[in-house]
């Protein structure tokens, strides 16, 4: 399978710049696999395509302040994008402690893995000010241009990421937020990721409510959203290209939740792609959903047989992504080419602020 088989063409002008508000006027396109037709609504509307008894699964990573600004000894501006925890060889965090709690070993730790801009000029025994007491050493390199930094601090990272750091936005967005939180779901729990899962940001509180009321429960786990997500697949064929590694978290009350449901002959409803990889990379093949934590290298394209989601809920993905390659292994490649194009045609918003889609 090839990546031109993943691209499309889109007008500029249907990029999405900010989020509607309220975030569920947002709208809507179901897509349904078995007769491929669409329906177009408001996402508002979605408590009308879901029953009691269905679990809705979601991503309740918080987005953190990541890129640091500062500069170098000589004056020159530095910027630094942290990514992850810098993994040791066996490909776990080495900040992590041994029973410390899975969702703060991903962001504990002195030792990153960052983007760091410029490239040129920023070799390894760099040092960044990034505040009168916070520097960065540039410590070492790893292919893609990643590289290993190193923060000294009196304060712990997060700490550190309050007080200097900035929420990064995707490239395609060059408008300001009025409002920081709009880059966070309305469930946000969980600081560690450095892209929103934007399939959620759909949600409001008062939606929420209405499908609680409605008997349809929701469950939350949690992945930590990094460049493995959005790292440009850059083989020719999609099969050679491997996913960077992205933290997890499944608790066994969320496991056993979304098996009873499932048990009990509800639907799964995934949100998001961040939350389809985390459910497949714990599943059995008989689709019960297992828990536990750990770094997910899991890459889903056309051919994925899929065995823990029934429906779900995403965005419009750039073309050429690995989140396109997912849509469409879930979607069917000819449907959702077909209903991209009906959503250009429509004038649907797309990319992280843009409008949703309901795979049924």
């Known amino acids: 399978m090839r990546l031109a088989d993943f691209d499309y063409a889109l007008p500029p002008e249907l990029i999405a710049q900010h989020p509607v508000h309220p975030r569920d006027t947002a ?3 179901v897509v349904d696999r078995v007769t491929g037709r669409y329906e177009h609504r408001m996402f508002s ?10 679990a809705i699964v979601i991503n309740d990573t918080r987005v953190i302040p990541a890129r640091l600004r500062g500069r170098k000894p000589t004056g020159g501006a530095v910027e630094i994008l942290l990514l992850r925890p810098a993994l040791n060889p066996s490909g776990t965090s080495g900040s992590r402690p041994a029973t410390g709690s899975p969702q703060a070993g ?9 983007l760091v801009t410029p490239g040129r000029g920023t070799g390894p ?4 000010t990034i505040g009168p007491d916070v520097e960065v050493e540039i410590a070492g390199r790893h292919p893609g241009g990643v590289r290993l930094v190193h923060i000294h601090a009196d304060q712990p990272v997060l700490e550190v990421l309050r007080r200097h750091g900035e929420v990064p936005l995707p490239p395609y967005v060059h408008e300001r937020l009025e409002r920081v939180d709009d880059y966070q779901t309305v469930y946000a729990t969980h600081p560690g990721a450095v892209a929103a899962p934007t399939a959620g940001l759909h949600f409001t509180d008062d939606l929420i409510a209405r499908l609680e009321g409605a008997g349809v429960q929701f469950v ?6 990094g460049l493995g997500t959005f790292r440009p697949v850059t083989s ?12 997890y978290e499944v608790s ?19 949100v998001g792609t961040s939350t389809v990889r985390t459910l497949e990379t714990l599943a059995a093949p008989d689709g019960r959903v297992g828990h536990g934590s750990g770094w997910a290298t899991l890459f889903i394209y056309p051919g994925f047989q899929f065995t823990a989601a029934d429906l779900l809920v995403t965005n419009f993905h750039l073309p ?12 069917g490649q000819a449907l959702i080419r077909q209903a991209y194009a009906e959503a250009i045609v429509r004038r649907y918003r797309f990319y992280s602020f843009g409008d949703a889609m309901l795979i049924r």
């Open 106 to 114: 991903p962001i504990e730790g002195a030792r990153w893995e960052a």
């Open 27 to 29: 709208r809507l396109m």
């Open 252 to 270: 066994p009350d969320a496991a056993h939740r979304i098996n009873e449901a499932r048990r009990a002959g509800g639907r799964i409803v995934v």
């Open 45 to 54: 509307e979605l408590p009308e395509f879901l029953t009691a008894g269905d």
């Open 125 to 128: 025994g760099t040092r960044v």
């Open 220 to 225: 939350r786990i949690t992945m930590h959203i």
């Open 320 to 331: 050429k992504t690995t989140l396109m390659m997912l849509v469409s292994a879930f979607g």
């Open 236 to 247: 020719d064929e999609i099969s050679a290209h491997r996913m960077e590694a992205e933290w």
